[in-house]
């Protein structure tokens, strides 16, 4: 699988996804189970949508980095 998700990107969707997921529990809505997808994606490190577009959030490794 491609990691397209870098770091911020990462811990934005943690974070978003558990807020989502909180809400939904506390104001006893099925629409917290949303907070499921970024949560997934933060932990697989890749964005399905990202793929098409080929948009990436890493940071690339240049000659000198390696």
Not at 14 to 22: F, S
Not at 33 to 61: D, E, R
């Amino acid at each position: 699988m491609i990691t397209n998700i870098g770091s911020i990107d990462r811990t934005l969707r943690l974070i978003a996804g558990l807020v989502i997921i909180v809400l939904g529990i506390y104001f006893k809505s099925w629409w917290g189970l949303v907070g499921i997808i970024p949560l997934t994606t933060a932990t697989l490190k890749s964005c399905p949508l990202y793929l098409p577009f080929g948009i990436t959030t890493c940071k690339m490794k240049t000659g000198e980095d390696k």
